[in-house]
């Protein structure tokens, strides 16, 4: 497990996504929910989620690549934040590379908004 951090604070417990199946399974299905999932991803679905996901659209640092992931830390730029409804498909995000998925209500809880850095350690 690693920890995202905002101004060397720690504000939640996180677990990567590292095969391509956890990255396809993402939140379907897992009781309980960790508390934020880390994923290597352009765009997200909630299709076959029986409740909202709060998901963040995060750019690493120039040059850094998604695989990035594999040696910790991470600084992440977090471009947007939205909660999205089951059923639904986001659009795909060229510049951002990771995408942080949590349950629906966390990011306010959290604090995150756009415009933050965040580091996953």
């Given at each position: 497990m690693a920890r995202l951090f905002r101004d060397d604070v720690p504000i939640a417990v996180a677990e990567i996504a590292r095969?391509?199946?956890?990255?396809?399974?993402?939140?379907?299905?897992?009781?309980?929910?960790?508390?934020?999932?880390?994923?290597?991803a352009t765009s997200v679905h909630t299709i076959g989620m029986r409740s909202p996901l709060d998901v963040a659209f995060c750019r690493l640092r120039p040059?850094?690549?998604?695989?990035?992931?594999d040696a910790l830390p991470v600084e992440l730029h977090v471009d947007s934040v939205a909660t999205m409804p089951p059923g639904r498909l986001s659009r795909?995000?060229?510049?951002e590379r990771i995408v942080l998925e949590a349950p629906a209500g966390s990011w306010r809880r959290l604090d995150v908004r756009a415009g933050d850095r965040l580091v996953l350690r």
């Open positions: 095969t391509h199946a956890q990255r396809r399974r993402g939140l379907l299905g897992r009781d309980p929910m960790p508390e934020v999932l880390v994923m290597p040059g850094a690549m998604a695989d990035a992931l795909p995000r060229w510049r």
